[in-house]
Structures are given as C-alpha cells and as structure tokens.
C-alpha cells in the first residue's frame, strides 16, 4: 500500500523560500516518476512539477519556472520541493504524487495513481 506524507509547509512572508518534503512507504517509489501539485481555496488542482525516477530530468508549470525546483532522494525515497521568491499566488496545499513509470513521459501531465494528504505552503 502506497503512503505519502508531506510536510514543511509554514508560513513565510512573500519573497521568501520553503522547502516541501514528501516520505514514500510501502512502495517502490524510488522507480516511477513522481510529481507535485498544488491546490488553492475554491481552485481546481494545478501540476506544479514532475521528476524521472533516475532525477535525470525535471519538468516544471510555465508559471513555478525559475522559481521551483524539485528533487528527490531515492535512498531515503524522499521527494522534495524547493520554493524560492515566494508570491502571494503560491499560497495552496500543496501534494505529491506516484507514477506509473520510471520517466515522466507527459512531464507534468504524467499520469499519476496516489497522492498524500498534502501540505499547506505559504499562508
């Protein structure tokens, strides 16, 4: 059974920089794509970003690039997000997201099958 967990979401004044961490259990995580959303009070969900099983390539939303990086650890199947320059608009819960496949063949339109309780980022 597949288990995310999010967390490092705290409130941080714009302009600022957060960093989102996602923990994998019971799956092999560490060999599919894995990828990031968002969703903000009364939006739909939004693909923020999505990275190869191996991190050899990373894909990004037009409007988190420059801005967002995502990385992952795959000996600690950790999974994470860095935030920089905060904006007002970055204010969401924010969740990530397993694969089906070690590459993320859609970049962030991937299909993906679970995805954690979520995080909240900027306030």
């Known amino acids: 059974q597949v288990q995310l967990v999010e967390s490092g979401g705290v409130s941080v004044q714009a302009g600022g920089s957060l960093r989102l961490s996602c923990a994998s259990s019971?799956?092999?995580?560490?060999?599919?794509?894995m990828g990031w959303f968002r969703q903000a009070p009364g939006k739909e969900r939004e693909r923020v970003a999505a990275?190869?099983?191996?991190?050899?390539?990373?894909f990004y939303a037009d409007s988190v690039k420059g801005r967002f990086t995502v990385s992952r650890d795959n000996a600690k199947s950790a999974l994470f997000l860095q935030i920089n320059s905060l904006k007002p608009e970055d204010g969401a819960m924010y969740f990530c997201?397993?694969?089906?496949?070690?590459?993320?063949?859609?970049?962030?339109?991937?299909?993906?099958?679970?995805w954690g309780q979520g995080t909240q980022g900027k306030d």
């Open positions: 990275i190869n099983a191996d991190g050899s390539a990373a």
């Open positions: 997201a397993a694969g089906y496949y070690p590459y993320c063949n859609k970049g962030i339109y991937s299909d993906f099958h679970h």
């Open positions: 019971g799956y092999t995580t560490r060999y599919t794509c």
